[in-house]
């Protein structure tokens, strides 16, 4: 930018000079070197403006995918086009193979706000097609840490769930949880195994006092689905 201006008070300057000066070798090898100058700058601008650009590129489609698929959750009214709400808090991309789940720890104050989406102890199902990519926008409403993380289903549950059934298949702060009332994270990951799952709090002792609910890989299902006990606001 600066470079750009630069060059171009340089050309009105010289367009300014007379016709004698301007033509003089000093002259046009003390405008080359202005020029020069001004180039370098200009490119180096550019090259500044670029980088900021790609500090702010979100690091995959997948993931502006999912915000687009967040707005349309967000979107109280008709799901965007090629988009399907199942709830408030689940929607699917039936082109995309890909599901957004909003996922909300104590989205209200069942089992003491030990819930996500309403859900605890395992009484909420959600299930999903085999080999769709699951994207998670994971908020904590509580009033202390939580975080998640896909376990296979298991019993007795551990204390401290930390092996996730799929990579990336958990938050940070799995152990310490996210903050109280503000903690947000995404996960995203490929249900590339049909079976049947977890979604557990990773905060020690929380998913053993029932903050856990059902996750369900289906090869049989055609799209998502989310029942029992959802939370409704
Ligand atoms: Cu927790």
Partial sequence: MQGRRALGTSVDLFLGLPRIVRASPVWLAITAMVLAVALESDSQGATAASLADSATVRPSAALSHLDTMR???RDTGA????????DRYLSYDSSA?????????????????FNFNGGSAGNQ?????????IDVDFQNHDVVPHSAVVIADQSPLPAIPENPAFPRAYTSHLIDGLPA?????????TASKAGDYLI?????????????????VSAGATAPSDSGTIATQ
């Fill in 97 to 113: 193979k890909s599901v957004a789940l909003l996922l909300i720890a104590a989205a209200n104050s069942a089992q003491g706000g």
């Fill in 79 to 86: 799901a965007q086009a090629g988009m399907t709400r199942v």
């Fill in 181 to 189: 009332q503000k903690g947000h994270d995404t996960m995203q990951f």
């Fill in 71 to 73: 707005a349309g959750i």
């Fill in 200 to 216: 557990a709090c990773g905060v020690p002792g929380h998913a053993l006092s029932g903050m856990f609910i059902r996750f369900v």
């Fill in 125 to 133: 199902t959600i299930t999903v097609p085999l080999g769709w990519s």
